[in-house]
């Protein structure tokens, strides 16, 4: 490092020289008594002969100048480079006094005035040697070297001068003194060596405290004693202590405030012969826009809070009045109507659900948005999972005469562990989203599995395929955005909020999975995802081969991809699968004389629909069971349905659900029909007792009507302390709780509820919340106050039957999203 070569060097030069003067120290003694008691001054030939002849002649071999002046200040004798540095011979100095050399220098130009009137730094140098103790003086020479004069007075009142070339030193002193930040440099005896002016400023150090030789604690002190440092005041002695110690580490970094606002950060580094290495820098403005940023940072997390509170009571007010008009909506589609009132009924309800959706968006984008969305993975059936979203949406599917398939492998396991509601919902919007985009054709459900790599879990595609409009290559990756809707005449009619696909390509990616689309512009689109998903370890139920092995299937269906579904069902585990793409095809088939064990067919085909096929086969062969499937539930009320079909299932049916029905057709078992929207009455011992708690007058009446013709005893309460009062006079078997409720809300009356039955020893009942608040942490707030599950409104009939059968009469202890 060319700073310590510099500082090396200049000690090593003093050392020498003074090592040079004291050996000499002898014979200069001997030399200045011939000189004071021998001839004058003047006769230099005397004196050069005494003087070469014992000291100087070693001496002009040092890089350093030396010369002795006598008690008048007048030159004895100097050595060569003191006299070359000076630019004169010894012949016409010595003698000379000591002012009259410097004279020379300043009025022949030899110095560097540095813009000094010539007879002031006369006088600086000169009155030098006046005081006690001689100050040390650098000069610069019209050479440009910098050279410090050290000088030192004897006993007897002579002086010795030695000058020393730092020329490297100030210029390296030179270039410090341009940096912006504070620079110093302290011995490994914590004295400081040099700073530059930037450092005496930031700690605004007068020159008797930031000189050579003073200590780093001295300095310390003199900030403490004028209040420079804001975190030692009141604590001055601890604080030294301490801030002495930072300063002796190895290497320390620390920020400083100072009392007058400002920060300094201290980085401090050893140098090899155990001195201290320091730079000062001012971050004030830095600090400034770290508190402006941290400023802005709350008062944007305040807002994010404030949005929060915002959507949670938007959400609850929307929810409320939305719970009545859909509800409604649900229970008048059940009644009698013209075609008229259907319409206008079936209006509400599908305005009802769209304006649910778009809330259940901007609520989701939010919770993203904030990163305050998580998953909840638990057990679940993903087979199950998908057939529940198709059969949602197959409606909207009927409506516009498409056909909704699900092509789950026979063999793929069904039983996983993940998010089922986030999975729900990103099927939810990618099948949405199909049928609403598709005018005609089908929308396929595809579900392939690919081993994976780690033990015990399973890598899934999920495909959805659609027959519509496609998307333009162009738009592929425009469409994943936020507020992105493919903008075209042909796309511009579907209303949505754009949020969809954003939404469920970050669901996607929390769950470290790939979302992506494959479509050509006019043929239709396949979007795709892939989860990799623990399997549960509970033992999946595989078909038995031999049931249906060797067995002979009469497929019949207009469309191909429902043909090659079948066949992909039924074909691995053993069946011979005979399909037909027509009524007629099929009669001709059986003409011909061939026979089967079993006919699978379609309800609405052109030419000949699937009743009256079914009519002209059991004719023909009154002993073979016919399966009919059909997306249409009307079909169920035709009465010569019952003469010509064994069984109706409804498409898409699950695979267990398909391959159980064929199995007792074939197998000639009987098939009881079961009704799945009447509750069984599990409970001999009276009809279950309900107790609902719900202010809004409206909710209570749609409660009422999703609930008429159930064996169940249905009372209300209007806010919780009624509810806490019911519970008290008539232990119901099961509550629904509203959350936000006046007087009393429903987590109060929960807990007051559970510490009743806890004081009285009795085991708990099930408690289900009814809230419109879908943020973050609310399903924790309602376990941790004793509820079973939640209902997000508005409800749905299925959801609060499936909710009572799941949890009455005995009550789970986990909390579930019930339906």
């Known amino acids: 490092m060319e700073m310590d070569s510099a500082f090396a060097a200049e000690k090593a030069a003093r050392i020498k020289a003074e090592e040079a ?103 600086q140098i000169l009155e030098r040697w006046s005081l006690e103790t001689i100050p040390d003086a650098t000069i610069r020479l019209d050479s440009g070297k910098y050279f410090k004069i050290k000088d030192r007075r004897t006993p007897n009142g002579e002086i010795v001068s030695l000058v020393v070339d730092v020329s490297d030193l100030m210029q390296i002193c030179a270039g410090i003194n341009t940096i912006s930040d504070g620079f110093v440099i302290y011995d490994r005896d914590e004295k400081m060596v040099l700073c530059n002016q930037r450092y005496k400023e930031i700690y605004k150090l007068p020159p008797e405290i930031a000189h050579p030789g003073n200590s780093f604690k001295n300095i310390l002190q003199y900030g403490l004693d004028n209040g420079h440092y804001a975190e030692a005041i009141g604590r001055e002695d601890a604080w030294l202590k301490g801030r002495l110690e930072d300063h002796r580490r190895s290497d320390s970094a620390l920020e400083q405030p100072l009392s007058d606002g400002r920060w300094l950060r201290i980085e401090e580094a050893a140098t090899p012969d155990g001195g201290r290495v320091g730079l000062r820098v001012d971050i004030s403005h830095q600090k400034a826009q770290q508190k402006a940023l941290d400023q802005a940072r709350a008062a944007a997390e305040a807002a994010n809070r404030a949005k ?44 009802g659900e769209s304006l649910l959706k778009l809330l259940n968006d901007v609520l989701d984008f939010s919770k993203i948005e904030a990163d305050k969305l998580t998953l909840h993975p638990e057990p679940f059936n993903l087979e199950h999972t998908i057939h529940e979203v198709v059969m949602l949406l197959r409606g909207n599917a009927i409506g516009k005469g498409l056909e909704l398939y699900i092509d789950y492998d026979l063999f793929h396991p069904t039983s996983f562990i993940g998010d089922q509601g986030r999975i729900r919902q990103i099927l939810t919007n990618l099948i949405g989203n199909a049928v609403k985009f598709t005018e005609a054709g089908h929308i396929l459900v595809r ?21 519509g409009i496609g998307i333009s ?11 992105n809707q493919v903008e075209d005449v042909e796309t511009r009619r579907f209303q949505g909020t754009g949020l969809g696909l954003a939404i469920t390509k970050r669901l996607v990616e929390l769950m470290d999975g790939d979302l992506w689309v494959e479509s050509t512009k006019g043929s239709g689109s396949c979007f795709g995802i892939c989860l990799t998903l623990p399997i549960t370890e ?18 019949v269906d207009d469309q191909e991809v429902n043909r090659t579904i079948l066949e992909r069902q039924f074909t691995p585990v053993g069946a011979q699968i005979v399909t ?61 349905i019952q003469t010509c079909v064994d069984k109706v299932l409804q498409k898409p049916s699950l695979r267990k659900t398909l391959h159980e029905t064929l199995t007792q057709l074939i197998n000639g078992a009987s098939d009881p029909q079961a009704n799945p929207s009447r509750i069984e009455n599990r409970d001999v011992r009276a009809r279950l007792r309900i107790l609902a708690a719900e202010d809004n007058q409206t909710n209570r009446l749609v409660f009422r009507k999703f609930l008429e013709g159930e064996d169940i005893d249905l009372t209300f309460a209007e806010n919780g302390q009624q509810a806490v009062d019911a519970y008290c006079e008539d232990r119901p078997d099961m509550i ?67 909710a009572i059968q799941t949890h009455s009469p005995s009550a789970r202890t986990s909390l579930v999203k019930a339906g």
């Not at 001839?39 to 000291?55: D, E, F, L, R, Y």
């Not at 009924?345 to 305005?351: F, K, L, P």
């Open 736 to 802: 629904f709780m509203d959350v936000s409720m006046p007087e009393m809300d429903g987590k109060t009356a929960t807990r007051i509820i559970r510490e009743m039955e806890q004081s009285q020893n009795r085991p708990p009942i099930p408690i289900i919340a009814l809230t419109a608040h879908a943020l973050p942490g609310d399903d924790a707030a309602f376990l941790a106050v004793g509820m079973n599950a939640y209902l997000t409104k508005p409800l749905r009939r299925s959801e609060i039957l499936t």
């Open 538 to 555: 509970t033992k999946e139920v595989e078909p038995e081969t031999s049931s249906l092995e060797n067995t002979r299937i009469l497929v």
């Open 447 to 467: 579900v392939v599995g690919i081993e994976s790599d780690a033990i015990g879990q399973q890598q899934i595609h999920i495909t959805v395929e659609d027959t």
């Open 580 to 640: 037909c793409a027509s009524g007629p095809d099929a009669l001709r088939k059986i003409e011909s004389g061939a026979t089967f064990d079993l006919i699978i067919t379609d309800f609405l085909m052109p030419e000949m629909d699937g009743i009256e096929l079914s009519m002209k086969l059991k004719e023909a062969r009154p002993e073979t069971p016919i399966v009919m499937l059909t997306s249409d539930p009307t079909v169920l009320g035709r009465p010569e």
């Open 473 to 483: 290559e162009e738009m592929q990756s425009h469409i994943f955005g936020e507020f």
């Open 308 to 351: 929060s509170a915002f959507l949670a009571n938007m959400s609850h007010e929307l929810r409320t009045p939305m719970n009545g008009v859909v509800g409604m909506a649900d229970i008048l589609c059940e009644t009698r109507l013209t075609d008229e009132q259907r319409l206008y009924a079936d209006t509400i309800r599908n305005s």
């Open 21 to 123: 003067l004291e050996d000499a120290r002898g014979k200069l003694a001997s030399l200045q008594r011939q000189l004071l008691d021998g001839p004058s001054v003047t006769s230099s030939s005397n004196v050069n002969t005494a003087s070469g002849s014992m000291v100087w002649g070693g001496l002009d071999h040092l890089g350093d100048g030396i010369a002795i002046y006598d008690r008048d200040h007048r030159l004895v004798t100097a050595n060569a480079p003191y006299l070359r540095n000076i630019s004169l011979d010894l012949a016409a100095v010595t003698g000379l006094g000591f002012s009259e050399i410097l004279h020379n220098l300043s009025q022949n130009g030899h110095v560097d005035l540095e813009g000094q009137d010539p007879e002031a730094w006369h006088n």
